[in-house]
């Protein structure tokens, strides 16, 4: 007897999980190995004892029987009476549970059966991916595709579905991927860790959903939150699954249902789901955003995540004004670059902090009014000292751990800090009490929730890519990666040496 | 009987959550606020019917006596004798399910009592999340997030 246990989390409530599974005769709207299935004598699919007939799409046939089912356990048992593969014995059973911390669902799909000895490995092997894995991957769509008119959530499940290894049967084979699904190279990661787990691999495309376009990259952004996704510090990537929220390339192919694009479109992005660390990708194009020919697909993708960004924190978390002073902590990074220019466009008075005298030369460049080489100088000290004991009106900070402490201190009597990542490390818990002693308001900004429509987001695109047509900010050229280096541009972004934007190339 | 239910998922594999719970006498370790804990009388902490006696940081003293412990299930129930709550008949169980997608773990954490029917919503909140979910957001940091 071997035991097969299977388990994932569905990114939606375990009423619509529960909705789908509990219909016995539904694995043939959403299981990719199976072609037609209905219940025999015209029973109804919630009667225990009923026997579903189904046929795969390799013209296998196979009859199961519902052992049990409860919508209190949301459990469901069955066994296989008759099948072309010799599962004998097969039970099984799925079971949801809620995860309440994020309307989450828990699904274990686990099976007992006897298996020839000498063909144990490879049943194993097709129960575990081509039917509980490719299963997973098919009812997680399925709900993105229901829920594709709702905002992005916070949460995406998978862009790209990697096949299962191919078996060695046809069977299998017809389980595993439909016939047209084609390859693409794109970088893995398998789990949560370091740069190294940032791998080249071919993965499977299927064509564009009816709703999606598929896009050939050309340049991909590289981004500090493709960082937090590697690692696991934000969820948006599940392993395995591809990072990447930023790129720019070339609309490929349309679903049935995609108006307002065309096959050779030029356009970028910088949006979840994760997935642009690839060559070619699916996706739905509701935040693609057109290029003119005046910008480059080199700087949309080095820099459309940052100037959207850059907007939104300097016009709508906080409204810069003439005569603010305003400190900006990693000045020459790639979003502090943006934010010196503008912010100096914007009539403030600009305080940059850097780590180096290099970095301080560019930044003055960039026309900051005055640069603290952190390493060097307190930059609280040096802020009061500027302002003559008033602080800063603003303080963006991204650096988080290293900073959070002194740029509270930095601040004026009702000055407001805005927090929007943490470079250095989380910043922990603090004491909101103390904020009082002036009067502070603390922002912490999800990108999403300024830019998860086409309305939030086109003022800012067109904001930005207006500021850079009319030079009030300038993008250095980004430094190139090769996509097979991913795993280096993730090395040197977290070392902190890095000067403005990286790029990879495809 | 009053029932509150919370669940989270941990990014961890279980084996190396549960080493963390499975210590009757481990709340400070892990539980945020929890300032301190003693098994009494000398019992081991993984002996079923011994009895934790720990300080909240907020001051408020409990005692609670482990009635099940399996290394199998990865479970933990216990009963609460005393505390600052008032709630009677009080069940908890703490169990780690294994989700092999990721090689992460499930946590639930499930608890029965009885009350006082206007304090009800009070403590189902209290309980649910100021104490579960507050302990289980402070294990999924303690894995990096």
Redesign the interface.
């Known amino acids: 007897m071997v035991k097969v246990c299977q388990s994932t989390i569905i990114e939606a409530p375990i009423d619509a999980v529960w909705a789908i599974l509990r219909d016995f005769n539904s694995h043939d709207r959403w299981h990719p190995a199976i072609a037609f299935s209905e219940i025999e004598g015209g029973e109804p699919v919630d009667a225990v004892g009923a026997v579903r007939h189904f046929r795969l799409n390799d013209g296998g046939e196979l009859r199961e029987q519902l052992l049990a089912l409860s919508d209190k356990d949301r459990r469901l048992s069955y066994c296989l009476l008759e099948a072309p593969l010799p599962l004998m014995d097969y039970v099984a059973t799925l079971r949801l549970k809620p995860v309440t911390d994020g309307d989450a669902t828990f699904w274990e799909w686990r099976s007992e059966f006897q298996p020839p000895a000498h063909r144990r490995d490879e049943l194993v092997r097709l129960v575990t991916e081509g039917i509980y894995q490719a299963g997973f991957a098919a009812v997680r769509n399925l709900l993105r595709r229901e829920n594709v008119r709702l905002p992005v959530e916070t949460r995406m499940p998978r862009a790209i579905v990697e096949p299962a290894p191919p078996l060695d049967m046809p069977l299998a084979a017809s389980m595993v991927a439909p016939g047209q699904t084609a390859m693409t190279r794109a970088i893995i990661v398998e789990r949560y860790g370091g740069p190294e787990e940032l791998q080249l691999k071919e993965i499977g495309l299927p064509p564009p959903a009816p709703n999606e376009v598929r896009i050939r990259h050309t340049v991909i952004g590289v981004n500090f939150i493709d960082v937090y996704c590697r690692t696991g510090f934000f969820d948006l990537l599940k392993p395995p699954g591809v990072p990447g929220m930023e790129a720019a390339g070339i609309i490929e192919a349309l679903g049935s249902a995609v108006s307002g694009f065309s096959v050779g479109d030029r356009v970028a992005y910088a949006c979840p789901p994760v997935g642009a660390y690839s060559e070619r990708r699916n996706m739905a194009p509701e935040l693609l955003v057109h290029l003119s020919d005046d910008i480059s697909d080199e700087i949309a993708a080095a820099s459309l995540l940052k100037g959207v960004s850059a907007s939104f924190l300097l016009h709508d978390v906080h409204a810069v004004k003439p005569g603010d002073t305003i400190l900006i902590h990693a000045a020459a990074g790639g979003i502090g670059q943006l934010l010196v220019q503008w912010a100096r466009h914007l009539g403030a008075t600009v305080i940059a902090t850097v780590s180096s005298d290099d970095k301080a030369r560019i930044v003055e460049r960039l026309g900051a009014h005055h640069v603290i080489v952190y390493s060097r100088e307190d930059f609280t000290e040096a802020v009061m000292l500027l302002t003559g004991g008033k602080g800063a009106n603003v303080v963006y900070d991204a650096v988080g751990n290293d900073t959070f402490g002194g740029s509270l201190a930095a601040l004026a009597v009702r000055g407001h800090l805005v927090s929007f990542g943490q470079a250095s490390g989380p910043i922990g818990n603090w004491d909101i009490g103390r904020f009082a002693s002036k009067s502070l308001t603390i922002s912490r900004p999800n990108y999403a929730h300024y830019t998860d429509t086409p309305d939030k987001l086109a003022p800012h695109v067109n904001r930005f890519f207006g500021a850079l047509r009319q030079g009030i900010i300038k993008v250095e050229a980004p430094r190139h990666y090769d996509l097979a280096m991913a795993s280096q541009a993730h090395r040197d972004l977290e070392s902190r040496r890095t000067i403005g934007a990286l790029v990879l190339k495809v | 009987m009053t029932k509150v239910?919370?669940?989270?998922?941990i990014?961890a594999p279980a084996a190396d959550v549960w080493k963390i719970v499975r210590n009757f006498n481990a709340l400070p370790s892990w539980a945020p606020f929890v300032a301190d804990s003693r098994i009494e009388q000398n019992a081991q902490a993984d002996q079923i019917g011994c009895i934790r006696n720990f300080t909240l940081k907020d001051g408020g003293r409990i005692r609670e006596r482990l009635l099940a412990l399996s290394d199998y299930d990865l479970s933990c129930s216990y009963a609460i004798l005393e505390s600052p709550m008032a709630v009677e008949n009080y069940v908890a169980t703490l169990s780690l399910?294994?989700?092999?997608?990721?090689?992460?773990t499930?946590a639930?954490w499930q608890a029965e009592f009885d009350c006082a029917a206007e304090r009800e919503a009070a403590l189902m909140h209290q309980i649910g999340n100021g104490v579960f979910?507050t302990a289980?957001?402070a294990l999924k940091?303690r894995f990096?997030?």
């Open positions: 239910y919370v669940s989270s998922v990014p399910t294994p989700i092999t997608d990721g090689n992460q499930l639930e979910q289980l957001t940091h990096g997030r």
